[in-house]
């Protein structure tokens, strides 16, 4: 789908290959290109989640509870897409009253929860149960640093000591 | 924002007959919570006078540029509801502008045609755009108690260069296969990530070449597509224009370094 309007362009592609485009030519026939390719396990794995979050009903949380929005759903997805690591398991959707969304993962001795609160607006905690040291970061559209997240929670770790009695 | 990113509009290069086909500049805001589909006409009323006539189109996704990890995602998303609601053209009686709106967009274009306006310019085309945003800004507070929450800004060039044969691409654009090659098609696509001067990442500029035909066949060129997108430093609508006309500095820069002197030349560079 393309925000491109030029209906009576008088040239058409030979070939189309873009995912977004749109080309209708005045009298000519008119085609539409859309095409699925997830990038990461993760997404596809998480599809049914994402589908089962922004429908739900209404005060599903037994108060007023709403969806989770589409807005919320599409920028979690855009965002677990950049951060997709191979080896590392998908993390949990979880949804939120107010139609915010959570991605967490608990692995690792590390607990990571990405608030997703709107499109740009993006709260990161992570907790190291090895050092008790916890990190919170409020991020808009770059999220280089979640990658770091994700590869030390992919890391090999030394056991958490147990104290001997 | 800082200086660069704003740009100087003045040491960008303007061309007298630039290959312009459409020009789009646009916002995607997010929806409020209480809008449903009766309100648009509330919003149809805002530019009727300009844009009388109206057609219904398939929403626009969500689109958001994210920095950082894999490169950018290639891909359209098929979970929740199907969309409950359309998106509206409403489109100038000449034919050659039209307002894209839908519950989290507006776009205006400006469309090459035969007997349509000519190309107003990127600086009339911002003033009018801001003046339509500040329109539905009002609305959206007068009727949902909030104004418009920006959350991604783009602008975007598509140009037609006509050529006899797509061997010519070395006369047009820097760019090209070894002349060796008999090509048949063109098409690529590549993307640069815009940094300010902290270094972070702002907007996303994307150039893609085709190569198209005219119907029959009879004219080759090459449509050649600058968009610049990425979310503003501020969710408002002045901080959305900032962005857009940073974008627009950087997209007639990015078309001087890919396009040829001769090219330039024969549009009528000053």
């Known amino acids: 789908m393309t925000i491109s309007a030029n209906l009576n362009s008088a040239f058409q592609n030979s070939k189309t290959t873009s995912v977004y485009n749109v080309h209708r030519g005045e009298g000519f026939r008119a085609y539409r290109t859309i095409v699925t390719a997830y990038n990461s396990v993760w997404c596809r794995n998480l599809e049914a989640r994402f589908n089962e979050l922004t429908s739900l009903p209404r005060g599903w949380d ?12 599409r920028f979690a997805a855009n965002l677990l897409e950049r951060i997709f690591i191979d080896g590392v398991s998908e993390p949990s959707l979880v ?31 992570r907790f190291d149960h090895q050092t008790s040291r916890e990190e919170t970061l409020e991020l808009q559209n770059d999220f280089s640093v979640l990658v770091t997240w994700i590869e030390e929670l992919a890391s090999e770790r030394a056991p958490l000591a147990t104290a001997t009695p | 924002m800082d200086a660069d990113l704003m740009g100087n509009l003045s040491a960008v290069p303007d061309f007298d007959s630039p290959p312009l086909d459409e020009v789009v500049v646009g916002v995607q805001f997010a929806t409020p919570l209480s809008y449903s589909t009766v ?3 509330a919003v149809w009323q805002l530019y009727r006078e300009e844009f009388p006539i109206v057609t219904e189109h398939p929403q626009l996704n969500p689109h958001f540029e994210v920095f950082g990890g894999n490169p950018e995602p290639r891909f359209e998303f098929g979970f929740g509801q199907p969309p409950l609601r359309n998106r509206l053209w409403f489109i100038s009686e000449d034919d050659s502008h039209l307002i894209q709106f839908q519950d989290d967009r507006l776009l205006l274009n400006w469309r090459n045609r035969a007997n349509g306006t000519p190309y107003p310019r990127h600086e009339k085309t911002q003033r009018t755009f801001a003046e339509y945003l500040k329109r539905l800004d009002a609305l959206f507070k007068s009727e949902f108690n909030q104004g418009i929450l920006i959350n991604q800004a783009e602008v975007s060039y598509i140009n037609i260069i006509p050529v006899q044969s797509l061997a010519e691409m070395g006369d047009w654009l820097r760019f090209t296969p070894p002349p060796a090659f008999e090509i048949e098609g063109v098409n690529s696509v590549f993307g640069e990530v815009v940094r300010n001067d902290m270094h972070k990442p702002v907007a996303r500029l994307t150039c893609e070449t085709h190569s198209v035909t ?3 066949g009879k004219q080759n060129a090459f449509r050649l597509t600058l968009s610049y ?21 950087r997209i007639v820069k990015r078309f001087c370094d890919i396009t040829t002197e001769s090219a330039q030349l024969s549009w009528g560079r000053n």
Not at chain 1, 62 to 73: E, H, L, M
Not at chain 1, 107 to 115: G, P
């Open chain 2, 39 to 41: 309100y648009a006409n």
């Open chain 1, 62 to 73: 037994g108060y007023n509870g709403i969806p989770v929005s589409f807005t919320c759903a």
């Open chain 1, 95 to 125: 949804p939120g009253c107010d139609g915010t969304l959570q991605i967490e993962w608990h692995k690792n001795l590390f607990d990571i929860e990405i608030d997703v609160l709107g499109a740009n607006n993006v709260i990161a905690m």
């Open chain 2, 229 to 249: 997108r990425g979310a503003p430093s501020q969710d408002s609508v002045d901080s959305a224009m900032e962005f857009i006309s940073s974008g627009r500095t």
């Open chain 2, 214 to 216: 005219s119907p029959g």
